[in-house]
């Protein structure tokens, strides 16, 4: 081995003179490492920037929308839909990419709604999961300045990789409201001598397809013919105030009881065959378990006192909750004798139940108990109260104003009011069928 000594000119300047020794100060050089720098506070619901800023998480994103004016939740070819609008938000916003911005990039990404709303539902506890890119911070924001002012989007939350928004969904939560006006038994409703189709699909999540159809607001064609003569021009609102201004009814306490009662048959597992379509009585799918349905009282909307009710259930068939509100509504105001709603529980009977418009239904929240008791430990609990602020906000400032401004300018519900009669759906013959329903 050769001494330092016979060591050549170029050798000695790039090789240290004395080894280093363990007690040698390391030299520093660029590349040493620079003084931790404090984290950026970062917008609630975002995390800090993972080690590949492009790589998608699993999330559950929190929204609200107005449904007016959309096919309904789910994304149908050829309809404008929330789920639409929400997709190229995202994907302007950078939270998808512009290669899973096609219907096999949505597959891609796992999108899954909580429940799907029907046409012209609304929602304010709407969740999404889907594989999103959340990174840089902000994705919240910029989402929203991409969104349409009717639908906004609140915040989200890491999840684990399995989740699926509608499976993981535990219960949901729905509101329907309505004027207190539609209980006035001396008001009838608007006659219209035309009648629209209105198209419907569904509300809550379910298990199987079902094509979209056209139901009539179910004045039926008879029914129509026998009132035209009388009804033409009768029913109609004084000049230039809405349908129901003058009612001098109130909707006190002894109304709220007496509407609870009535609702109190829908709660537990019951048989709801009769409350949605072209599903048999022995059809498992038609046992659902209702956990409570009230009436939450009387609060006004620029003015004008409407009736809150609220639903929650594990999950809900085509049409069914509009069909427990129209059927509730017929017994309260004595169109439908006492005991026909029961006997629509019933197992074998068969009833042509009234469906309530669906301008005062929205779905209001969404739980997932059994997945933050699994996971909560490990992720953030899912749950719409973090945002409680946003939420009341939103219904306050845009979607109960928007239900208002729609039965003002359309009547839906005093037109849908006139066809709640005997002789349209023939309460009067139900209960000589045989005997009650179940419950």
């Not at 891609?108 to 594989?131: C, E, N, P, W, Y």
């Not at 915040?155 to 539609?182: L, N």
């Given at each position: 081995?050769?001494?330092?000594d016979?060591?050549?000119?170029e050798?000695?300047?790039?090789?240290?003179?004395?080894?280093p020794?363990?007690n040698?100060?390391?030299?520093?050089?660029?590349?040493?490492?620079?003084?931790?720098?404090?984290?950026t506070?970062l917008?609630?619901?975002?995390?800090?920037a993972?080690?590949?800023?492009n790589k998608?998480r699993?999330?559950?994103?929190?929204?609200?929308?107005v449904?007016?004016?959309y096919?309904?939740?789910?994304?149908?070819?050829?309809?404008?839909?929330i789920?639409?609008?929400?997709?190229?938000?995202?994907t302007?916003?950078?939270?998808?990419?512009?290669?899973?911005?096609?219907?096999?990039?949505?597959?891609?990404?796992?999108?899954?709604?909580?429940?799907?709303?029907?046409?012209?539902?609304?929602?304010?506890?709407?969740?999404?999961?889907?594989?999103?890119?959340?990174?840089?911070?902000?994705?919240?924001?910029?989402?929203?300045?991409?969104?349409?002012p009717?639908?906004?989007?609140y915040?989200?939350?890491?999840?684990?990789?399995?989740?699926?928004?509608?499976?993981a969904?535990?219960?949901?939560?729905?509101?329907?409201?309505?004027?207190?006006?539609?209980?006035?038994?001396?008001?009838?409703?608007?006659?219209?001598?035309?009648?629209?189709?209105?198209?419907?699909?569904?509300?809550?999540?379910?298990e199987?397809?079902?094509?979209e159809?056209?139901?009539?607001?179910?004045?039926?064609?008879?029914?129509?013919?026998?009132?035209?003569?009388t009804?033409?021009?009768?029913?109609?609102?004084?000049a230039?105030?809405?349908?129901g201004?003058?009612?001098t009814?109130?909707?006190?306490?002894d109304?709220?009881?007496?509407?609870?009662?009535?609702?109190?048959?829908?709660?537990?597992?019951?048989?709801f065959?009769?409350?949605?379509i072209r599903?048999a009585?022995?059809?498992?799918?038609?046992?659902?378990y209702?956990?409570?349905?009230v009436?939450?009282?009387v609060?006004?909307?620029?003015?004008?006192?409407?009736?809150?009710?609220?639903?929650i259930?594990?999950?809900?068939?085509?049409h069914?909750?509009?069909?427990?509100?129209?059927?509730?509504?017929?017994?309260?105001?004595?169109?439908?004798?006492?005991?026909?709603?029961?006997?629509?529980?019933?197992?074998?009977?068969?009833?042509?139940?009234?469906?309530?418009?669906?301008?005062?239904?929205?779905?209001d929240?969404c739980?997932?108990?059994?997945?933050?008791?699994r996971?909560?430990?490990?992720?953030?609990?899912?749950?719409l109260?973090?945002?409680?602020?946003?939420?009341?906000?939103?219904k306050?400032?845009?979607l109960?104003?928007?239900?208002a401004?729609r039965?003002?300018?359309e009547?839906?519900?005093?037109?849908?009011?006139?066809?709640?009669?005997?002789?349209?759906?023939?309460?009067?013959?139900?209960?000589?069928?045989?005997g009650?329903?179940?419950?």
């Amino acid at each position: 081995m050769p001494n330092q000594d016979d060591r050549t000119p170029e050798e000695a300047a790039v090789q240290p003179s004395d080894p280093p020794t363990d007690n040698a100060a390391p030299a520093i050089t660029d590349a040493q490492p620079a003084e931790p720098v404090a984290p950026t506070a970062l917008p609630p619901g975002e995390l800090p920037a993972d080690t590949n800023p492009n790589k998608k998480r699993k999330c559950a994103l929190f929204l609200s929308y107005v449904g007016h004016g959309y096919q309904g939740m789910q994304r149908n070819p050829g309809a404008k839909t929330i789920e639409d609008d929400l997709f190229n938000a995202i994907t302007e916003a950078g939270g998808i990419s512009e290669a899973n911005a096609d219907e096999e990039g949505f597959k891609k990404i796992h999108f899954m709604r909580a429940a799907r709303t029907d046409k012209g539902v609304s929602a304010v506890g709407q969740v999404v999961s889907l594989m999103m890119v959340v990174n840089p911070p902000g994705i919240i924001d910029r989402i929203n300045a991409a969104l349409p002012p009717a639908i906004r989007a609140y915040g989200y939350r890491r999840t684990v990789k399995g989740f699926d928004a509608r499976k993981a969904c535990d219960k949901r939560r729905y509101e329907y409201i309505f004027p207190v006006w539609m209980f006035d038994p001396k008001l009838e409703g608007i006659y219209r001598p035309k009648l629209k189709k209105i198209d419907t699909s569904e509300e809550g999540a379910k298990e199987d397809d079902e094509e979209e159809e056209e139901i009539d607001i179910d004045i039926d064609e008879a029914a129509r013919e026998e009132d035209a003569a009388t009804a033409e021009g009768t029913n109609l609102p004084s000049a230039g105030q809405p349908y129901g201004s003058d009612s001098t009814f109130v909707f006190d306490t002894d109304c709220i009881n007496r509407l609870n009662g009535i609702l109190s048959h829908y709660q537990g597992t019951r048989n709801f065959h009769n409350y949605t379509i072209r599903v048999a009585a022995s059809a498992p799918q038609a046992k659902r378990y209702i956990h409570s349905v009230v009436c939450d009282g009387v609060f006004e909307i620029n003015g004008t006192k409407w009736v809150r009710t609220v639903v929650i259930g594990q999950s809900f068939m085509l049409h069914q909750i509009r069909k427990m509100i129209g059927m509730a509504l017929a017994e309260f105001r004595g169109v439908a004798p006492e005991g026909c709603l029961k006997h629509a529980l019933g197992t074998f009977h068969l009833a042509k139940t009234p469906m309530a418009p669906d301008l005062g239904l929205f779905l209001d929240e969404c739980y997932y108990e059994a997945y933050n008791n699994r996971w909560g430990h490990q992720n953030e609990h899912l749950q719409l109260s973090d945002w409680q602020g946003a939420v009341d906000e939103f219904k306050k400032e845009k979607l109960y104003p928007a239900l208002a401004k729609r039965d003002l300018e359309e009547n839906t519900n005093a037109i849908w009011l006139y066809g709640l009669k005997d002789s349209t759906y023939k309460f009067s013959e139900w209960l000589d069928r045989g005997g009650l329903g179940e419950g």
